[in-house]
């Protein structure tokens, strides 16, 4: 009994996990969609190209938080043999 009420607990909180992960993902592509949207605005407006001295470079790093719900890319076997006949 204790058993079936244990691996019920996980099933329901992996359940929850999942649907809560979706929503966090939605909510951070939201969050970093306006931010680069904003970003857009000034570039457009200053019509400026920024040199090394004065670029933000810390804005344009990956946010490690976001990686994780990247789809992952299904690539067909590459044949380089082909390439070349």
Same mark, same amino acid.
């Given at each position: ?7 019920? $607990?996980?099933?329901? +909180?992996? $359940?929850? &996990?999942?649907?809560? +992960? !979706? =929503? !966090?993902?939605?909510?951070?592509? %939201? &969050? ?6 904003? =970003? !857009? =605005?000034?570039? &457009? ?12 470079? =810390?804005? &344009?790093?990956?946010?490690?938080? +976001?990686?994780?719900? $990247?789809?992952?890319?299904?690539? %067909? %076997?590459?044949?380089? %043999? +082909?390439?070349?006949?």
């Amino acid at each position: 009994m204790k058993f079936i009420l244990t691996l019920i $607990l996980i099933y329901n +909180s992996l $359940l929850l &996990a999942g649907s809560i +992960s !979706e =929503k !966090e993902k939605k909510s951070r592509a %939201d &969050a970093q969609l306006k931010i680069e949207m904003q =970003k !857009e =605005k000034k570039y &457009a407006k200053e019509q400026t190209f920024y040199q090394k001295n004065n670029y933000d470079f =810390k804005g &344009a790093e990956v946010n490690k938080d +976001s990686v994780n719900s $990247l789809p992952s890319i299904e690539v %067909d %076997d590459f044949d380089m %043999d +082909s390439v070349y006949d």
